[in-house]
């Protein structure tokens, strides 16, 4: 298990920004892919963005859930050892509870929700109109 915590949430306007850190317990967490998940109420948990690790001998792979692609930006600091997801242009339909966690692998070409584990808590984004 690598333990992660997430911050960053909070309750803004449409058209507003905000940016979400998952902090890894060490560096561990650098050597894993790391993925941002959110619940909408009523909806089942999705995966909206994924950044590998640099360990890809290909390049640390990026990708987005098309409801994010263009507005949400995840980025890694393996120095804080930290992952970033900056979201942009936020919409009511981006209310939600929003997860980062650690996958079992370093690097892959597609995820589901059973390649993660340490997830953290949680944090909520209200986003009203």
């Known amino acids: 298990q690598v333990p992660v915590v997430e911050s960053g949430g909070g309750s803004v306007q449409t058209g507003d920004s905000l940016n979400l850190s998952c902090i890894g317990s060490d560096e561990t967490f650098n050597t894993y892919a790391v993925g941002w998940f959110r619940r909408i109420p009523g909806k089942e948990r999705e995966l909206i963005a994924v950044?590998?690790?640099?360990?890809?001998?290909?390049?640390?792979?990026?990708t987005y859930a098309d409801s994010v692609k263009g507005r949400f930006t995840v980025s890694r600091d393996n120095a804080k050892n930290t992952v970033y997801l900056q979201m942009d242009s936020l919409k009511p339909t981006d209310t939600a509870v929003y997860y980062c966690a650690v996958s079992y692998y370093s690097y892959s070409y597609q995820y589901q929700e059973a390649d993660f584990r340490s997830w953290g808590q949680g944090t909520q984004v209200t986003v009203s109109s």
């Open positions: 950044i590998g690790s640099n360990l890809d001998p290909n390049g640390m792979r990026i």
